[in-house]
């Protein structure tokens, strides 16, 4: 089971430019999250998504856009990237059951120039 | 919403040490509290898991002690080997959502 991947491993990003950080889950959660963390520390996160169709803002929403177009997929968005979104971001996926296992993906390190 | 703090950010023990890490949330309508490890390059990942109906929990090395209370909780690794080396997360979660808020995380190192 491949469970939840995120595409590309690492980018190099010139400011300004846009770009899709990709995560696909084939363990049908409802809800999924994406989170920032810096400094190889604290997971801040950034939006979610309770099921498909619904999207919400978390900690530290600005900058960032998602969509949740069916309950597979929940790319995050960078319209204008700036050098403060370099950081390593990870795509997790929960069931919409309380108290439930947190799925990460291996993470997608970013660096904006 | 939910403060999760974490203490120590850093831990250094010697193999074959005990290592804590403790945790305090702000939410008292939280009811489930996770701990996660992360490796070298990879995302987190559960290891154990506690929910507020239970004041301890155990698995082989690792057990973790819950006191609603005071609000905090403590992950416990005894017989401590190289490969505990990690960043190590705990959250709390009152279940609505399921969202976890994380706590700042700790960097453990054991020494040979």
């Known amino acids: 089971t491949a469970g939840i991947t995120q595409a590309p491993t690492s980018q190099i990003l010139a400011a300004g430019r846009s770009m899709t950080l990709r995560c696909t889950q084939d363990?049908?959660?409802?809800?999924m999250y994406w989170y920032r963390q810096d400094l190889g520390l604290g997971l801040r996160l950034i939006h979610y998504?309770?099921?498909?169709?619904?999207?919400g803002k978390g900690e530290v929403p600005d900058g960032y856009s998602v969509s949740r177009a069916n309950t597979d997929d929940f790319p995050l968005t960078l319209a204008s990237a700036v050098p403060s979104q370099t950081s390593v971001y990870f795509c997790?996926?929960?069931?919409?059951?309380?108290?439930?296992?947190?799925?990460f993906g291996q993470g997608t390190r970013l660096t904006v120039v | 919403g939910e403060n999760v703090e974490q203490h120590p950010s850093t831990l250094s023990v010697q193999e074959g040490d005990s290592a804590v890490i403790k945790c305090t949330y702000s939410?008292?309508?939280?009811?489930?509290f996770p701990w996660y490890k992360q490796e070298l390059g990879k995302g987190p990942q559960l290891i154990i898991d506690?929910?507020?109906?239970?004041g301890e929990k155990k698995d082989q090395r690792i057990a973790v002690t819950l006191n609603k209370t005071a609000k905090h909780f403590s992950l416990h690794i005894t017989e401590t080997q190289p490969e505990d080396s990690a960043v190590y997360f705990c959250?709390?979660?009152?279940?609505?959502?399921?969202?976890?808020?994380f706590g700042g995380g700790t960097r453990l190192m054991v020494k040979p």
């Open positions: 997790a996926s929960m069931m919409d059951r309380e108290g439930t296992e947190a799925f």
């Open positions: 363990m049908r959660h409802n809800a």
């Open positions: 998504s309770n099921t498909a169709g619904t999207t």
């Open positions: 939410d008292s309508a939280s009811n489930y």
């Open positions: 506690i929910r507020s109906n239970v």
């Open positions: 959250a709390a979660s009152k279940g609505a959502g399921n969202m976890l808020t």
